[in-house]
């Protein structure tokens, strides 16, 4: 299928093509579509799933700072014909199909696909199941993974070893990341106390290394919680459950060591609901 996203920044428009079942768009280096210099998206800020001769299943990353917006109105997930037209601020995305031949744009908010209504994505929906329902987390905003607070060199005794071993920490950690997300969390604590104390030290070179890897670990992460919000989203709306469940895991490691929250709670409600799901596929499966 010949499937496009037109983007349109101050004038200059670029054409990207649709490859595979979905895409992704946002500032990160990590989108499917990466526009780094756009800071008014979301790390990952649109999913775009094409959907045949219908359209495009678009879905705006949950608690997004700048709204997606559809013939002027808000916009947070649904179905997109073809020729449609979203905008994000000064950003302007158009999904097209060159075969296909549009007329005027608009959302369908319940398409039927093959029999099948597909209705709400992301923190809009509810999935009924013999395992239980997944709660909806509509207007639920996902937490920080980091506190707003510059981190401060504490702890007794000697500043220069306490520097030593929060880098050390860091980087112990930060090297689990992939095995550990949560440890990945922590690592960003640790090299911003060791930051924190060589500043105090009056050593600002090593400061400044340091906090350069402290930030680019916390992008990463935060474009790996971003990027997970919405790939649980689409696995909900298929009704993937494995995908869903390794997404609501990893997004349980990320969250770990945050007080409980709504979110937080829904994400625990949410991972027991499609473990059972999952569980009972792969029974199925091998009866």
Known sequence: MDAYVEVTIGGNTERHPIEGSQITLGKSGTATISLPTAHELELEHLLIAPRGKEGCW?????GALTPTKLRGKPFASGMVKWGSELVLGKIRIKVTNKKAKVKGE???????IGGIAIVGILAFMFL?????LVPSAEGIEPPNLFPEAEPS??????????????????????DRYHYDPGDGVLAVADYGRAAACLRSLGRAEEAT???AVRTSL???IESDYAGLRLHLGHALDVSDWSA???DAERLTDLTQHLDDDPYTQWLEQTLR?????????EQNAED
């Open 58 to 62: 678009v879905s705006t990353s949950q």
């Open 106 to 112: 608009g959302p369908s908010p319940i398409v039927a």
């Open 128 to 132: 009924r199941g013999d395992d239980g």
């Open 153 to 174: 060199c504490e702890g007794d005794g000697d500043v220069a070893e306490r520097a030593r071993q929060a880098e050390y920490a860091g980087d112990t950690r930060g």
């Open 209 to 211: 290394d340091v906090e």
């Open 218 to 220: 916390r992008e990463s």
């Open 244 to 246: 869903a469940t390794r």
């Open 273 to 281: 609901i499609v473990r059972a799901k999952a569980q009972r596929e």
